[in-house]
């Protein structure tokens, strides 16, 4: 079976971290015999403009085409227009850059089944090629996209079409199921199902065997996660702050990752007078990032916009208490009381309060980090892409297209 997958994200020379867990899902996939080929799909600039602009940067130097052990990896460009404005362009911009690349390459080599990894621009491209490719796509969803997308005119009818048109839709957490069910009610059952992201147990226990830990010093907590909003940080600021007002005795917070709220939660960890004991260690290689992880005692991300949340899985598989929200991806993967804590949303009273019982309550604290090492077992690539295949065979052996 050859299998073309299409994403938006997957590590690259520039961003080796980004997408990773594309990349671990296709190396699974392989290991499970499926041929796989990957294409990745990024905005196209004038070279000198995107060299000029941060968040572009790095797309000025991506090659064409990476020959790696497992499989190829090759990236096609499409004209990007911000915000969602004309979608459809954007859109059609990648169907056609997809079709170029493809068809070059694999004109007398057909694919079994296109899977599609995220729904912007790639996931609403896909029922533009598959006519030419003649064969059928499934759609992993992995977020809850911006209403931009999907309320405007054309990109309702974009995403409306895209569900209509696949041949299987999954999400990765129940809160997509929520968010599928409300957008489109209409959309067959069988059509979607839930599918759990995995956690890499071999590189962790890697990581565990060499990073030194301090077994006489708690009170260290971490939060993996870019910088934005949604991903609740401040509310672990304001929850900490409080602690230290009322002589809680925790130590450190680190944070890794970068985004645009980083400036502000600085000044609001001088606000709170905890600066001193606020680390933000930007962006990381996954490696490292999982060393800060054992390094602490706690991970704390209560984040309100989470679909699944490798990053919960993998700090369990570490060892660690969890604290997540209720009602995200992360109530898929986290028993409360048994192997992390789950919290209200937005809540920093009942996020304050876990964090407190964690604190000082080691014993606890360890006894849940034990349990949740035991509960990331159940969370495989290999049982992913387990899963994948027979849908995969399922899909091969009941879609018919009836194209010419």
Known sequence: MHILVLTPVFPNPSSPSEGLFNEQHARALNAAGVKVTILVCKPWLPGKLAKSW?????????????EREEFPVLYARYLHIPRYQWANLTVASCASAIL??????????????????????????????????????????????????????????????????????????????????????????????????????????????CTPRNRNDWGHIVSIGNPWPCKGLDLNLRALGKMSGDRIPWKSFTIVGEGPEQPRLKRLAQELGIADRVHFKGRMSHRDALQEIVKADIFSLPSWQEAFGVVYLEAMACGKPVLGCWGQGAEDIIRNEEDGLLVKPRDVEDLGAALRRLVENAEFARQLGRSGQSRAQEFTWEQNAAQYLELYREVCSTVKLGYP
Not at 54 to 66: D, G, N, V
Request: net charge positive; charged share 20%.
């Open 100 to 209: 170029k690349r493809v068809q070059r390459l694999y004109s007398f080599e057909p694919f079994d089944l296109i899977h599609v990894h995220s729904t912007w621009p790639v996931g609403l491209a896909a029922p533009m090629i598959t006519p030419a490719l003649r064969c059928p796509f499934v759609l992993t969803m992995h977020i809850q996209d911006d209403p931009r997308l999907y309320s405007s005119q054309s990109g309702g009818k974009l995403y409306r079409r895209m569900l209509e048109r696949a041949s299987a839709v999954v999400g990765v957490g129940h809160p997509l199921e929520s968010f599928i069910q409300e957008f489109m009610p209409d959309l067959p059952e069988k059509q979607f199902r839930i599918i759990p992201n995995g956690v890499d147990l071999k590189t962790i226990h890697g990581v565990l065997e």
């Open 54 to 66: 941060p968040r572009y940067h790095s797309l000025a130097y991506l090659p064409l085409k990476e």
